[in-house]
């Protein structure tokens, strides 16, 4: 008999979603049951991915962004209803754990999914949470507040390699915390792809995160469309839609949302990619062998970082929303598959040494 295991993803875009799957996946092919709890485009995702499975609406925290260039006054007035939504998605799960006689509960960044019924495993590359220059006395403030909730858990699983080349950087390294951690190299719903289709799609857009800054930025796609030549297709990741903008220029296509195959295709078949360069996104993409240019969130910290390092270190190129002109989209050439081994994308090889070890 398998373990009921009760996997939460956090509901803020796709990306925490996305990088389940192979956590699932994984755990479906070593005869376990994983039960997902979640809400949102998160929930619509993970049903398409996983119509067997049983699903559970968990509502989470929903942060209200701003449309400025900087998220921290937003995010410090959204901290009392944090903790108290926090406080509410533990008794969530608890209800859910006895409920279900679930063995062991997975949160994929999300600090109220831990139980003292079930072993409990919180999901993060983000262990050293980086703040705004202007706002730098924060830093151990939110990495403390961060840390007291990390301490709930009895493991913490980071999604990257520890040795370096490492994906996140300074995010996640070191992995200096009370409880066991461990690097489970890098997540991707997506096998390791060498293959090379005819590249008939000018700019491939892959839009994320939330609102107001996703159609901020869908917006400044459309407005400039009609300057560039060329084929531009957005995938606008709202699953749960079925609505596309209005008076959409003749040389763009909109997809809500595409399944693993159609997204693949989509990838091999464009010859320039734009995404917001959010983590789940840009292991996505070098397990498909393919850079981009990267347009962070504004004010969204860890994606503002991570253009930054991967800019330096010559694999993808970025620039700041603000200054975003599809007429300067450039793709640097780096050997992206090379740089970062394939072979830590093998989740299914570690969930197999924690099976046998739990």
Known sequence: MGKNILICPLNWGLGHATRCVPIIKGLLELGQNPIIAADKAPLSFLQKEFPDLEIIKLPGFDPIYSKRDTQVFKLLTSIPTALKD??????????????????????????????????????????????PSFFKWTYP???QMSRSYINQYDELWIPDIEQEPSLSGILSHPADTKVKASYIGMLSRFSIDTQEDEKDIDYLVILSGPEPQRTILENIIIKQAPDVEGRIVILRAKPNQNDHPYNIPENV????????DFFVELVRKSKKIICRGGYSSLMDLISLNRNAFLVPTPGQTEQEYLAKYLTEKGLFNSCKQKQFSLKNVNIPNADINNYFNNKNFFVKDFLEKWLSNN
Request: aromatic content about 10%; hydrophobic content about 40%.
């Open 86 to 131: 926090f406080k509410r998605e533990h008794h969530d799960v608890e209800a859910i754990v006895k409920d279900h006689n679930i063995d062991v509960v997975i949160s994929d960044n999300r600090f109220g999914c831990w139980s003292k019924n079930a072993h409990s495993v919180f999901i993060t590359h983000q262990l050293h949470i980086q703040t």
């Open 141 to 143: 403030i939110i990495n």
């Open 253 to 260: 296509t909109f997809f809500n949302h595409a399944d693993d």
